[in-house]
Nanobody, 117 residues
Framework: QVQLVESGRGLVQPGGTLRLSCAASVTITNIYSVGWYRQAPGKQRELVATATGSSTYYTDSVKGRFTISRDIAKNTVYLQMNSLKPEDTAVYYC????????????WGQGTQVTVSS
């Protein structure tokens, strides 16, 4: 059974940095994209960043501050978060989306990121 295991949760001060990691327990083939989502209390889950091949996408609020990357050999995706703001506080979820028909989504268990002074 495939599991996505996240790490890197933490409490940081505004302006601080944090790196999240998400490792698949086994090699997942036919991956179309990998991504990070987040859900703040009382809000819907939102897309933060995705990587598809060599292309990346970032939601406007994190552009220039967050960087998504992946290590295919390690079946791992990362989210480097710099210049963190209180509004970045949320539970972050990683996602692996397959190109199979039908497609399938694998999700991490979620990791808490809190930005507070």
């Amino acid at each position: 059974q495939v599991q996505l295991v996240e790490s890197g949760r933490g409490l940081v001060q505004p302006g601080g940095t944090l790196r999240l990691s998400c490792a698949a327990s086994v090699t997942i083939t036919n991956i179309y994209s990998v991504g990070w989502y987040r859900q703040a209390p009382g809000k819907q889950r939102e897309l933060v960043a995705t990587a598809t091949g060599s292309s990346t996408y970032y939601t406007d609020s994190v552009k220039g501050r967050f960087t998504i990357s992946r290590d295919i050999a390690k079946n791992t995706v990362y989210l480097q978060m710099n210049s963190l703001k209180p509004e970045d506080t949320a539970v972050y979820y990683c996602n692996f989306h397959t190109m199979t028909i039908p497609s399938y989504d694998y999700w991490g268990q979620g990791t808490q990121v809190t930005v507070s002074s």
